[in-house]
């Protein structure tokens, strides 16, 4: 059973920093396509940011330079490294994960909340 859970979320001050974390199990996260996504109220999710199994990473254009996804492979976890937040970054954020390219992400954690304020 593959399980995805977030941490790392909470309330920071515009300009600030946060690392989200999420641990996975019943995958082997190196082999798999990880992607953080977020959703603010009354918006669609976006994705964020993704990482392939080579270790390709990109980002949506609107954290480009902020924030960084990485990936432990000894802790099986993924993470997000978020710099010099804005409050248009305030949303749940969510990690994912598929095995295939082309498919759509089958397995979502259950969120984490960052409140960024002015």
């Known amino acids: 059973q593959v399980q995805l859970v977030e941490s790392g979320g909470g309330s920071v001050q515009a300009g600030g920093s946060l690392r989200l974390s999420c641990a996975a199990s019943g995958i082997t996260t190196i082999t798999y396509y990880m992607g953080w996504f977020r959703q603010a109220p009354g918006k669609k999710r976006e994705g964020v940011a993704r990482?392939?199994?080579?270790?390709?990473?990109n980002y949506a254009e609107s954290v480009k330079g902020r924030f960084t996804i990485s990936r432990d492979n000894a802790m099986n976890t993924l993470y997000l490294q978020m710099k010099n937040v804005k409050p248009e970054d305030t949303a749940m954020y969510y990690c994912?994960?598929?095995?295939?390219?082309?498919?759509?992400?089958?397995?979502w954690g259950q969120g984490t909340q960052v409140t960024v304020s002015s």
């Open positions: 990482i392939d199994p080579g270790g390709k990473t």
């Open positions: 994912a994960a598929k095995y295939r390219v082309w498919e759509e992400f089958p397995y």
